[in-house]
Each structure stands twice: as C-alpha cells, then as structure tokens.
C-alpha cells in the first residue's frame, strides 16, 4: 500500500510517465491473524509455584507481589513502576499520569487489597510501593529481567502486557461489566477493550447453555 502510494506520488509530480497508477487494481495481500490464546488457570498455577526456586527472602516477596499486582490490576509496565504508597487507598490505588496522562482509581479485590497493605507495611519503603534492595525505584528493565527468567524456567511466554489481557478477560468471564471493565483499563471506549478480551473456550462452552429459544 505504501509503494502504490508513492508510485501516485511521483506520477502527479511527473517523475516517471505513466498514464496512471498500473498499481491501483492489486489488491495487497491479507495477513492472517491468529486468534490470542488466553492463559489457562493451570498456567498461572504453575508460575506461581515456579517463584520460590527462583527466588527468596524480600526478592521472592516483591516480585510475587509485582506479579500479583499486574494480574489484579491490569497496570500498564510504567504505572506500576510510578505507584507510591500514597496511591494506595484502602480498596483502590490511585493511578497519576497513565496514558494519555489521565488519572483514575483501580478499585482492588478485598483479598488482594489486604495482602498489598500487609507487603506495605513490612518493606516500610518511603515513597515508592516497589523498589531496588537499596530503596531506589524499579526500572523497566528490572520488570524485564523478571518475567523473562519467570518465562525461561516455565516455558511459557509471560510479560506483564499479556497480564493486563488476562486482567480484562477474567473480569468478562465473571461477569463483570464491560463498562467495568473500560475504566478500570483506563480506556477511553469500550472498542479498544473489546480488543484486550481473550475469552477461553470452557468458558464459552459454559455460558452458551443458558441460550434457549422455547418458552416451556
């Protein structure tokens, strides 16, 4: 499509003499896309079994905290980097200049509000909620490192965007709305989260038995 353009380019500026754009009629051709495979529960078992031979001690503790946060989150690599303690409020985080520099509340699963208070409260870090062993604030290339030997030791390819899918997708499933879904996302329509949506084929097996068309 770019070199049919270019082609019309230098015809209207008479740099080469054609009558007209013998490329207009080719159609380019389609690339196949191959339906996004969502994570299976065993999968998610399986990395978390995997964390304590990969790591221990305050490591072990703030990487599973990292992970977990991405799974009951959704937040993007920089957002979560960016997270102070004092985003964190009570059953939501306060999310400050996520994309398009908008900020809006996450609102947090009890269980997982509880044990990001109690990860809080025994790193007793100062500002950031994740941070180096020195107290510095994690980079993007720490997160790298971490769920790249996460996927080199479980053989499945893991990276916190594909979280974020598994976030929006797992809220569907249990019946969440999708207007839910949008703005804890952050996304500004409902399209663009249609498109985070990996739906596992047990689950639409499940939820289509309720489909009936005869009023007995």
């Known amino acids: 499509n770019s070199f049919k353009v270019f082609v019309q380019f230098c015809i209207d500026r008479e740099l080469i003499k054609l009558e007209k754009n013998i490329l207009e009629n080719i159609k380019s051709p389609r690339v196949s896309q191959s339906l996004p495979k969502a994570m299976e529960f065993s999968e998610i078992e399986t990395i978390f079994d ?29 957002e979560l980097i960016n997270l102070e303690i004092s985003h964190f409020l009570e059953n939501k985080i306060l999310v400050q200049s996520g994309k398009w520099d908008k900020d809006r509340y996450i609102y947090l699963p009890h269980h997982f509000s509880t044990e990001l208070r109690q990860f809080i409260q025994k790193t007793k870090t100062q500002k950031y909620i994740f941070t180096t062993l020195w107290g510095g604030q994690i980079t993007i290339s720490s997160l790298r490192r ?31 709305d999708i207007a839910t879904v949008r703005d804890q996302m952050g996304h500004s329509n409902i399209s663009t989260t249609n498109r ?8 639409r097996s499940r939820a289509i038995q309720i489909l009936n068309f005869s009023q007995k």
């Open 196 to 203: 985070y949506i990996w739906v596992r084929d047990e689950h």
């Open 50 to 78: 995997t964390f304590p031979t990969l790591w221990n001690g305050e490591i072990l503790e703030r990487n599973l905290m990292i992970f977990n946060t991405f799974l009951y989150t959704g937040l993007r690599r920089q």
């Open 146 to 176: 971490i769920f790249e030997k996460i996927s080199k030791n479980t053989h499945i390819h893991i990276h916190p965007h594909k979280l974020r899918h598994e976030y929006a997708s797992r809220m569907i499933e249990q019946g969440i």
